[in-house]
C-alpha cells in the first residue's frame, strides 16, 4: 500500500468521551480544507459492523479471549481492505474512534491474553501499517463507567439490547484497561500522546490541533461543541 493520507486514531477506557472528540476534529480538519474521514471500530464498513453487532452486545455471552480478539481483529481486516488503505492510498486522511490498541488493551490486557499472540495476530492482518498518531485518552475508569452508563442509558431503550458488555465487565477489569492503555502508550511513545480525559471538551480538542499542528504542519481553526 502506499499510504498518502494520515491515519490517526483516537483510543481509551469507557466514557472518555473520545468519540466526541473524533467528530469535532474531523469538523475542524475539513473546514481546514483536508478531506478526511471519520469511522470506527469494531466496524466500519457494513461486513465489519455485521462483526461487531454480535460481539459487543450485552447478550453476546462470554467468548474465550482468543476468539474474542480473533473476531475484533477479522472486523479490522474488512475495515482496513475496504475503507482505511484505499482511503489512504487516495491522500484522505483517516480518523478512527479505536483501532488496534484497544485489541491490545481489552483483550490483551483486561482479558489477559497477552500482548506477544496479539502481536502475531496483528501481523497476519494488517503486516507493519501503524496508525501515524494515536491520541490515547485517560481517565480514572471509575469517572469514566459513570460518563459511559449515562451515555448509553440516553442512546438506547428498554426493548433494545444494548451495546454495553465490557462496561458490564467490572472495575478490576477496567483498571487493568486503563493500565494496559498507559503501558501501550509508552511502549509505542513515538506514535502515542496521552490526553487527560478529565478536561473540557473545548480544551482537549485544542490539545488534538496543536499535536497535529506541531507533527504534520497543517493548522485548523478549533470547532465548537454543540
Ligand atoms: P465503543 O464503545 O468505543 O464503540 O467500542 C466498542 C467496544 O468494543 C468497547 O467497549 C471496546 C471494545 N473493543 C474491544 O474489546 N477490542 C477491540 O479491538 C475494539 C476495537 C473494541
Known amino acids: 500500500m502506499s499510504k498518502k493520507g494520515l491515519f ?8 472518555t468521551g473520545k468519540s466526541t472528540q473524533v467528530k469535532l476534529l474531523h469538523a475542524a480538519l475539513a473546514a481546514a480544507g483536508v478531506d478526511a474521514l471519520m469511522t470506527r471500530e469494531p466496524g466500519g464498513t457494513p ?4 462483526i461487531r453487532n454480535f460481539i459487543i452486545q450485552r447478550d453476546a455471552g462470554h467468548f474465550d ?7 475484533m481483529m477479522s472486523a479490522r481486516r474488512e475495515h482496513l481492505v475496504d475503507k482505511i488503505w484505499p482511503s489512504l492510498e487516495k491522500g484522505q486522511w483517516v480518523i478512527s474512534d479505536r483501532f488496534a490498541d484497544s485489541t ?10 497477552g500482548q506477544e499472540t496479539i502481536d502475531k495476530i496483528y501481523a ?3 503486516g507493519d501499517f501503524q496508525p501515524d498518531l494515536t491520541f490515547v485518552f485517560d481517565i480514572d475508569p471509575e469517572v469514566g463507567l ?6 448509553l442509558a440516553v442512546t438506547s431503550n428498554a426493548t433494545e439490547s444494548t451495546e454495553d458488555r ?9 483498571r487493568r484497561l486503563r ?11 513515538n506514535r502515542c500522546v496521552i490526553i487527560d480525559a478529565t478536561q473540557d471538551i473545548q480544551t482537549i480538542h485544542r490539545q488534538l490541533l496543536q499535536t497535529i499542528a506541531a507533527r504534520t504542519g497543517v493548522t485548523a481553526k478549533e470547532a465548537q461543541h454543540g
Not at 465490557?166 to 477496567?174: A, D, T
Open 8 to 15: 490517526i486514531t483516537l483510543e481509551g477506557g469507557e466514557g
Open 47 to 50: 461486513q465489519a459492523e455485521r
Open 65 to 71: 479471549p482468543l476468539t474474542e480478539a480473533l473476531l
Open 104 to 113: 491490545r488493551a481489552f483483550q490483551g490486557y483486561g482479558m489477559g491474553l
Open 124 to 126: 497476519l492482518v494488517a
Open 146 to 151: 459513570k460518563r459511559s452508563m449515562k451515555q
Open 166 to 174: 465490557y462496561e458490564r465487565m467490572g472495575l478490576p477489569f477496567h
Open 179 to 189: 493500565d494496559g492503555f498507559l503501558e501501550i502508550a509508552r511502549h509505542f511513545k
